[in-house]
C-alpha cells in the first residue's frame, strides 16, 4: 500500500485511535493544517504530550537550544496525552502540516511508521550529527526499529521499577553491606521472604500496588512477570495469539499469592498506594520511575528505587515504553527546517540530564554516562532496567494508553483481587486477545513485522 493511500486509510478508520474532538479547538494547529493556513510560523514546530514536571523539563531543555542557536525559533505545542495526542498527530501529518519534531511513545510507533506518517531517521540528517545506532540504548534502538527501518531516536526508558523504603528495609535486614541497595534477591522465593521480611519489619503490607481503575499498571507488572518465562502473547504484527498457557498460569499464580496471602492489597486505588507508601505502611511500592518527583515532596520519607530481580524466570526483566522524537512525515518540509529538526533533536539529546531528573533513564549513551547525570540518585540506580526492557508487543492496537492496555490489564485486575482464578484469567486473555488479532488493521503491517 503507498503511503498517502496508508494514511488516507489511517485516517478514515481512526487507526484504532479516537478521532472524536479531534477538531474541537478552533485555533489549534490541527484545524488551521486542514484548512491549509498553518503559517511556518517558527523555524522548528515540536509537539509533545508533556505537563507537570516532565513539562517544566522539556521547556528547560528548548530554552537551552534557544540560547546555543539565536538565530533558530522553536514553537512547542503541549497537547492531550494518550489518543488524542496521536489523532492529531495523524491528522496534521496527512493534511501537510505536521511539526517538525514531535514525541511519540515507542510503543506506539508500528502504526505510525505502517501508516507512512513518519520520516525514516536516516532521511533527517540526524546521523551527520552523530546520532547513530551505537550510542543508544540498544533495547529502545532495537523498539525504534519497524520492519528493518529506523523511525525514531529514543530520549529515554521509562522502567516500571521496585521502590522501596529504606527506613524499614534496613530494619527488615534487607540492605546490602553498602546500603545504598537491596541485598541480591534471585527468583520468586526471595522476592516473596523480601516481602514478608518488611511486613515483619513493621509495615502493614509487604508491597503496594495501584490496582482498582488502573489496568496499565496492572498490565506493566503482569507484562514483566510473564516476560521472565515467556515471549509476547501476540506476534505477526498483532495477528496472532500466541500465549504460552502454562507460563501464563504460572504468572497469574505468582501475582495472586502476593494478594492471598496479604503480602499486598487486593484492591487499591492510585491515591491508596502512595498513601501506604509514603506513611510507611507499604515497605515496596510497585510502579513507574516517573513516579519519583512525587514521593521526593515528602517530608523525611526515605525510599530508594532499584530494577526488579528476577521473578519467575533466569534474568531479570523491566517493562518499560520510551519517549523518542520523530520527524513527521512532509514532503513540503525545505532541507533548511529538516536541517534545524536535526539540530534540535541532537540537542534536547545531549541536554537529556535535565530530562532524566524526571526519573527517567536518558537513551543517549553519552549522556547516560555523563557525571550530569550520574550524580543522579536514585535514577543512577535502576539504568540496568533499560537495557532489560520489554516493551508492549509490536502491534496496531497496542502501546501507551491504548484500548488493549485497559482490557488487558482488566484481566490482571481481577486474579489480583481474587475475583478471577489463574485458569479463567488466560481463557478470558484469549478471548480478549481474539477481538484485536481478528480485528482488520487500519493500515496494512506487512511494513512493520520484525
Given at each position: ?286 510502579d513507574g520511575e516517573w513516579q519519583i518527583p512525587s514521593y521526593r515532596q515528602v517530608k523525611g520519607f526515605r525510599f530508594n528505587v532499584v530494577p526488579f530481580p528476577a521473578l519467575l524466570g533466569p534474568k531479570p526483566v523491566a517493562y518499560a515504553d520510551s519517549h523518542a522524537l ?26 537529556s540530564a535535565v530530562w532524566a531528573q524526571g526519573g527517567h533513564v536518558p537513551a543517549w549513551l553519552p549522556t547516560q554516562r555523563s557525571k550530569a547525570f550520574l550524580d543522579q540518585s536514585p535514577q543512577r540506580n535502576y539504568v540496568q532496567a533499560a537495557f532489560s526492557a520489554v ?60
Amino acid at each position: 500500500m503507498g503511503s498517502a493511500m496508508a494514511r488516507r486509510r489511517f485516517l478514515g478508520l481512526g487507526g484504532g485511535l479516537a478521532l472524536s474532538g479531534a477538531l474541537g479547538a478552533c485555533a489549534s494547529p490541527v484545524v488551521s493544517g486542514l484548512t491549509g493556513a498553518q503559517p511556518n510560523t517558527a523555524d522548528v514546530i515540536f509537539w509533545n504530550l508533556f505537563t507537570g514536571g516532565d513539562g517544566a523539563n522539556m521547556v528547560l531543555m528548548e530554552d537551552a537550544f534557544r540560547k546555543a542557536h539565536p538565530g533558530v525559533t522553536v514553537e512547542a505545542t503541549v497537547l492531550s496525552w494518550g489518543n488524542p495526542y496521536y489523532t492529531k498527530l495523524a491528522l496534521a501529518t496527512a493534511s501537510g502540516t505536521p511539526p517538525d519534531v514531535g514525541i511519540a511513545h515507542l510503543s506506539r510507533l508500528p502504526l505510525l511508521a505502517a501508516s507512512g506518517l513518519l520520516e525514516p531517521v536516516a532521511d533527517t540528517g540526524v546521523a551527520e550529527l552523530g546520532v547513530t545506532a551505537d550510542r543508544f540504548t540498544p533495547a529502545a534502538w532495537q523498539k525504534a526499529t519497524v520492519g528493518g527501518t529506523v523511525y525514531a531516536v529514543p530520549l529515554d526508558t521509562h522502567p516500571f521499577v521496585l521502590f522501596y523504603n529504606e527506613d524499614l528495609a534496613r530494619k527488615a535486614g534487607l540492605l546490602n553491606s553498602a546500603g545504598d541497595g537491596l541485598k541480591a534477591m534471585n527468583g520468586k522465593d526471595d522476592f516473596l521472604a523480601a516481602l514478608k521480611a518488611m511486613k515483619d519489619a513493621g509495615a502493614q503490607y509487604g508491597a503496594a500496588m495501584s490496582i482498582t481503575a488502573d489496568p496499565s499498571t496492572a498490565w506493566r507488572c503482569f507484562s514483566m512477570v510473564y516476560s521472565g518465562l515467556a515471549g509476547p502473547i501476540v506476534t505477526d504484527s498483532g495477528t496472532r495469539i500466541s500465549i504460552d498457557d502454562e507460563a501464563m498460569q504460572e504468572s497469574f499464580a505468582f501475582l495472586r499469592s502476593l494478594t492471598s496471602g496479604g503480602l499486598m492489597p487486593g484492591t487499591l486505588t492510585g491515591a491508596g498506594a502512595n498513601a501506604l507508601f509514603s506513611t510507611g505502611k507499604a515497605g515496596f511500592l510497585f510502579d513507574g520511575e516517573w513516579q519519583i518527583p512525587s514521593y521526593r515532596q515528602v517530608k523525611g520519607f526515605r525510599f530508594n528505587v532499584v530494577p526488579f530481580p528476577a521473578l519467575l524466570g533466569p534474568k531479570p526483566v523491566a517493562y518499560a515504553d520510551s519517549h523518542a522524537l520523530i520527524v513527521p512525515h512532509n514532503p513540503n518540509r525545505s532541507a533548511g527546517r529538516t536541517a534545524n529538526a536535526a539540530r534540535f533533536v541532537k540537542s534536547l539529546l545531549d541536554d537529556s540530564a535535565v530530562w532524566a531528573q524526571g526519573g527517567h533513564v536518558p537513551a543517549w549513551l553519552p549522556t547516560q554516562r555523563s557525571k550530569a547525570f550520574l550524580d543522579q540518585s536514585p535514577q543512577r540506580n535502576y539504568v540496568q532496567a533499560a537495557f532489560s526492557a520489554v516493551y508492549d508487543p509490536a502491534a496496531w492496537y497496542t502501546g501507551a494508553g491504548s484500548d488493549f492496555q485497559g482490557t488487558i490489564g482488566a484481566t490482571v485486575i481481577e486474579v489480583l483481587a481474587g475475583r478471577a482464578g489463574p485458569k479463567t484469567a488466560v481463557a478470558a486473555m484469549r478471548s480478549d486477545l481474539k477481538r484485536y488479532t481478528t480485528a482488520r488493521p487500519p493500515v496494512t503491517m506487512k511494513e512493520a513485522s520484525r
